[in-house]
């Protein structure tokens, strides 16, 4: 299969981008430089310079290809829309990624006992209005010829099998503490989030291309874990003592208000049924924690 897939540097798109290839797809990837191009083709995947915003070669990369995976933004609106008006009727798989963000409550590191499912979401907050539109733009466009999804990812750890090594989540929480010597968690930690691992990750898209069923809408998890789980595991691995809280003011001057409330100081509690059951997804790797302590650092 020919798939065209954005975002095709980065920690998501580079390892999809990479999966495939192993798999035996062909692959065109969307890069913003050179730089990045010669990495892609080093991979096996062919590289097509751009940006988001450049909605031709949006459209036609995707009405040149079998399949279109977009894994460079979940709030681009105006890629999404360049990508749907090129399908519209084609019939062909077009994947979307979201996060499970969009259920975060930003709590400031306080827990929380609500669990999120598939078919019972939530409002979103005014912080991820936006983004759930779009989701819900991509689903809705099943009705017009797209066999379309939205694959929405929880904290995933786990090394890049492309050329960006790291994820977005716990390398934060690992860089600082190699900064100051001192492993930290927003507030007290016992925020909770779903995870998953990125070949669990990978994998769930390889099914895809071949079993969506259109219009749906995936939860990936495999595992959940408190914040101060994963920061003493961090601190075992690194050796350093316990891990301290933070206010959330300081947190926010570290790692900036989103990743601060969202990424890392809320709870993001999901059960996925629809990847098992649709898909025949089965991962894995369960556990972020023992990750952390054998494999991270």
């Known amino acids: 299969m020919n798939v065209f897939v954005t975002g095709a540097a980065g920690f998501i798109g580079g390892s999809i981008a990479t999966g495939l290839v192993r798999a035996g797809h062909t692959v065109a990837g969307l890069v913003r430089s050179v730089e990045q191009a010669n990495e892609l083709s080093a991979l096996g995947i062919t590289p097509v310079i751009g940006t988001l915003d450049d ?16 894994a460079a933004s979940s709030d681009h609106r105006g890629a999404v829309e360049a990508l749907l008006d090129a399908l519209r009727g084609s019939h062909k798989v077009f994947l979307h990624t979201s ?74 929480l690992l860089k ?31 099914l895809a291309l071949n079993k969506n069923v259109a219009g749906t809408f995936y939860f990936v998890e495999s595992g959940e874990a408190l914040f101060i789980e994963m920061t003493t595991a961090i601190a075992e691995a690194l050796k350093l003592g316990a891990p301290q809280d933070w206010p959330l003011p300081e947190a926010e001057a ?26 025949g997804w089965a991962p894995q790797r369960t556990s972020v924690v023992e990750w952390i302590r054998d494999e991270m650092v």
Request: aromatic share 4%; glycine share 10%; charged share 20%.
């Open 55 to 70: 909605s031709a070669l949006l459209a036609e990369q995707a009405r040149a290809a079998d399949a279109v995976i977009n």
């Open 99 to 172: 996060g499970s963000s969009i259920v975060g409550d930003a709590s400031g590191g306080k827990s929380s006992d609500v669990i999120y499912h598939e078919d019972n979401l939530p409002e979103p907050t005014v912080d991820k209005a936006d983004r759930v539109a779009i989701d819900n733009l991509i689903l809705a466009a099943a009705q017009n010829g797209v066999n379309s999804a939205v694959i929405c990812n929880t904290l995933i750890y786990g090394h890049s099998l492309g050329v960006m090594r790291d994820s977005v989540q716990l390398p934060r």
């Open 176 to 206: 600082q503490a190699r900064k100051s010597g001192v492993v930290r968690h927003v507030g007290t930690g016992q925020n909770i989030w779903s995870n998953v691992h990125i070949e669990d990750v990978v994998a769930l898209y390889l």
């Open 254 to 279: 570290e790692w900036g208000y989103e990743m601060a409330n969202y990424g890392l100081g809320s709870n993001s509690r999901v059960r996925g049924k629809h990847a098992r059951e649709l898909l």
